[in-house]
Each structure stands twice: as structure tokens, then as C-alpha cells.
């Protein structure tokens, strides 16, 4: 089998910042409804987190960013149209969505027939669903360069970890703890080289350059496997040596920065 290579992907905005937005009050236990609040506690983050034993492209933020935007933008608006106060109000949804999945509208949903509309809806039902792997991936994308964001959310999956007890887990290596991967794959490598630029995650030491192929630095987990940490991909950060044996088995938060010049 061939390794698994790095691909481009389009970035939309639009649904995608809204879908941000949810994933904050998620990860922030802050819902905007009670409806809401009910639907973040119906995800089962700690199915999702016990997945995150094994590293995958799909990762845990993935799986629930695809949740959150299956409900918001499928569930609520395009399966369930109680909403509308007439089927033109779903037509001019459906028309503003499917440009931001990078599809070309279907024509039916400018005509002014309500049969032509409704029978569009159940035609282009799937091609929405496939299209919401475009959002995600959009709201993914700048997710990833939030590595304080990140670091939280894998706190909320290390509080489903570490309470777990191997004699009824018997994946886990010991009571509230994953096995520790016997190896990075080099995708992940790339990805964590590229977004950290070869910098130390804490302390911004240079450890590695972008443009060399095949370099050997190190790689921690934010949030530790001792402290019911995982695997998920979004939980890796290049560091150098001297700040992953500091650091060991501590939970390290940095907050996001952006450097500009003062304007004031």
C-alpha cells in the first residue's frame, strides 16, 4: 500500500466561520440555546476520543465538526424546512450554500415552482450531504492553526479518557491511558512542519526547516497520554529536546499569537 500523501484542499468561508463559531461553544461549554446544549451532549465525544487511540486523517476535531455541521446546516435547514415560510426561503438557502461547497447551484432552486423546488430538494439531498465535507474541511483548516483552541479541545477529550479503567477498556494501556504510538506517519510529520514552521512549540527554537525533506525532531503530545491524552492528530506539536523533557508529563497551555506592529 502506498503512503498516504498530502493533498490541497479548497478554503471557503461563509458556513465555514459559522461552524467555528459552534465548535468554540462546544469546546467552551457555552451553547446558544438550550437546543443546542442538548445537541452537544448527544455527541459521543468519549467514542470519538477512544478512536483517537490510533492515528488517523480523520481526526477527532473532524468527526465533530462534521456532527456539529450535519446538524446545523443539514438537519435544521435542508431536511427540516418548518422554518420556511414558503419553499422560495429554503430555494435561497440552498442556493447560497451549495457555491460555498465549491458546487455549481443546481438551476432548480432559482425557479419560482414550488413542485420543481421541492422535487430538487429530495434530488440534491445527497450532493448537499457531500458537500458539507467542504465546510468542514474549511473550518478544519483554520482550526488547525489554533493550536491554544486545539490544545483545549483535546482536553475535553483527555476527561473521557482518563476516568476509563482498562479491565473494562481493554484497548487502553493501563487505566486511564492510551498506548503511545510506535510511530509518527510522515503525512502527520509534514503537516506538524509546515503549520509550526520548524519551531519549537513552547519556546519558538528552530528545530527543523520546511524545505529539507526527511529531518529527524521531535514530537509531543499538548496535552500527555499520562493525563488521558491521545493520539487525534490535533494533539501533536513539534518541540525541541530540551522543552519535551521540561515539560514531561505537564499539561503546557501557550496562547495564539500574531505579530504586527503596534498601530497605536
Not at 438550550?34 to 467514542?47: G, K, M, P
Not at 487525534?232 to 508529563?249: L, R, Y
Amino acid at each position: 500500500m502506498s503512503a498516504k500523501k498530502n493533498q490541497k484542499f479548497l478554503i471557503s468561508g461563509g458556513p465555514a466561520n459559522n461552524l467555528i463559531a459552534t465548535l468554540e461553544r462546544y469546546v467552551y461549554d457555552n451553547p446558544s440555546c438550550t437546543n443546542e446544549a442538548l445537541h452537544f451532549s448527544d455527541l459521543n465525544l468519549r467514542e470519538i476520543a477512544l478512536q483517537s487511540s490510533v492515528i488517523s486523517e480523520t481526526t477527532a476535531l473532524h468527526k465533530i465538526l462534521n456532527e456539529l455541521a450535519y446538524i446545523d446546516f443539514y438537519l435544521y435547514l435542508y431536511d427540516d424546512i418548518d422554518w420556511c415560510e414558503n419553499i422560495f426561503d429554503f430555494a435561497n438557502y440552498a442556493a447560497e450554500m451549495f457555491p460555498w461547497m465549491n458546487i455549481a447551484t443546481p438551476i432548480e432552486f432559482t425557479l419560482k415552482d414550488k413542485e420543481i423546488v421541492h422535487a430538487a430538494r429530495e434530488k440534491y439531498a445527497k450532493m448537499f450531504l457531500g458537500g458539507i465535507t467542504q465546510i468542514v474541511n474549511s473550518a478544519f483548516a483554520y482550526l488547525w492553526m489554533r493550536k491554544q483552541l486545539l490544545h483545549d479541545f483535546n482536553l475535553k477529550l483527555s476527561r473521557e479518557i482518563s476516568p476509563l479503567l482498562k479491565n473494562v477498556h481493554p484497548e487502553l494501556a493501563s487505566d486511564g491511558k492510551i498506548h503511545r504510538p510506535s510511530y509518527i506517519p510522515k503525512w502527520l510529520r509534514d503537516a506538524l512542519l509546515h503549520r509550526d514552521r520548524g519551531s519549537c512549540h513552547y519556546c519558538g527554537t528552530l528545530v527543523a526547516s520546511p524545505l529539507v525533506q526527511n529531518q529527524d525532531f521531535q514530537i509531543d503530545h499538548m496535552v500527555p497520554l499520562a493525563l488521558g491524552g491521545t493520539n487525534d492528530p490535533t494533539n501533536f506539536v513539534i518541540s525541541c529536546g530540551t522543552c519535551n523533557n521540561q515539560k514531561s508529563a505537564k499539561l503546557q497551555s501557550i496562547s495564539d499569537a500574531f505579530h504586527w506592529p503596534n498601530r497605536f
